[in-house]
């Protein structure tokens, strides 16, 4: 019956997209598309054009979603429905000089960095700067298929700033590399282990760096690492490797229709709770414009919380969707499977979210 119901509610997605022949917005539901003018190989957030006041230009994103979570068991005294906003998310462009410019989000202040442009290849950031980890086309971060909705995410933080400084030299016309020192991932309390999603550490630094490269159009790869003590005497690293097509990668016929995007990121604890283990997560998205103007897509992730120690914050994430755009207002209608390791929890979750950036 859930299934029947579920398979409803995509028909009439597609239908609604063809009836309406809106352009496909092939935006990320989970990316927020600001975006700077910076070149490709070195830019983390993607800045609309905006409202520009001269040289200040304002962005931002809002949505309201409808969600259903625990949808397996309808009609109980466990589900829950409701509307609810996921981002409500201004930031702030300016360039007071030709060199200078700051960037910022004003109203939770998750995060705001100033850019010196030292040359045409070097940039200097500092302040509480977007960390150069991961996919830099991608504003958060889908390490774990995306469980969450909060600031807290599945694995980072689904916005990941820091206080500290981010040197950018790009490398060609295809590479660029960010190295930069920055405060610490943290434990959330004494005796417990550092939280990847939460806490930050205001005694200790870490630094890291992140080689992105583009060889051909529409293929972007990008490794990190990252190294620092999450607690006195007490350090961590950690290491990712993240892949992403475009639509068209090679001009070969197949691709018209396909993107794929996948990545991994595992962390060395040492000292922990448990002695010394391992932390990882990954995903895996592939999507298609064979529908458009609506564009489906099936996303995997799974998060490894203690490699030694199987819990309930082990989990898996299955999710499938269909996205369209109605004038400037993008439509995605998703249904999620989570999965526990232990303890399972009924949180299944559908959703049908609006969303517009500006």
């Given amino acids: 019956m859930k299934l029947k119901k579920l398979t409803s509610l995509f028909i009439v997605m597609l239908g609604l997209g063809f009836f309406l022949r809106a352009p496909l917005a092939h935006s990320e539901e989970e990316s927020l598309d600001f975006s700077e003018e910076t070149p490709a190989t070195t830019k983390d957030v993607k800045p609309s054009e905006g409202t520009s006041l001269g040289n200040i230009k304002l962005g931002g994103r809002v949505d309201l979603s409808y969600e259903i979570d625990d949808y397996e068991n309808a009609s109980t005294a466990t ?34 960095q100033i850019d010196y442009h030292l040359s045409n290849t070097v940039r200097i950031q500092g302040g509480k700067i977007l960390m150069p980890f991961g996919n830099p086309d991608h504003f958060h971060k889908f390490y774990g298929g995306l469980v969450g909705f909060g600031t807290t995410g599945s694995f980072f933080p689904l916005i990941w700033a820091e206080h500290g400084v981010n040197v950018n030299v790009r490398v060609g016309d295809s590479s660029g590399l960010d190295t930069y020192l920055v405060n610490s991932i943290s434990q959330t309390g004494t005796g417990s282990d550092p939280s990847f999603s ?46 992403a097509t475009g639509y068209g990668l090679l001009g070969a016929e197949f691709f018209k229709s396909f993107r794929f995007a996948t990545g991994i990121v595992a962390a060395q604890i040492w000292e922990g709770s448990t002695g010394d283990y391992l932390k990882r997560a990954d995903y895996i998205e592939l999507a298609s414009n064979l529908t458009s103007p609506v564009e489906a897509r099936i996303r995997y992730g799974t998060v490894v919380a203690n490699s030694d120690q199987e ?3 082990d989990t898996q994430t299955f999710a499938i969707g269909a996205k369209t755009s109605v004038d400037a207002i993008g439509i995605l209608v998703e249904y999620q499977w989570n999965f526990e390791a ?17």
């Fill in 79 to 112: 589900q829950r429905d409701t509307f609810k906003t996921n981002h409500f998310v201004l930031t702030l462009i300016a360039n007071p000089s030709e060199k200078v410019k700051f960037m910022g989000e004003f109203i939770n202040q998750y995060f705001y």
């Fill in 311 to 313: 819990s309930q914050n």
């Fill in 198 to 243: 939460s806490a930050s550490n205001t005694v200790h630094q870490a630094f890291g760096a992140r080689y992105t490269l583009r060889p051909i159009p529409s293929l972007t790869s990008a490794l990190s690492a990252y190294a620092g003590n999450w607690a006195p005497g007490k350090a961590l690293a950690m290491g990712g490797f993240d892949i």
């Fill in 342 to 358: 232990v303890n399972e929890i009924e949180n299944d979750l559908f959703r049908i979210m609006a969303s517009l950036d500006f």
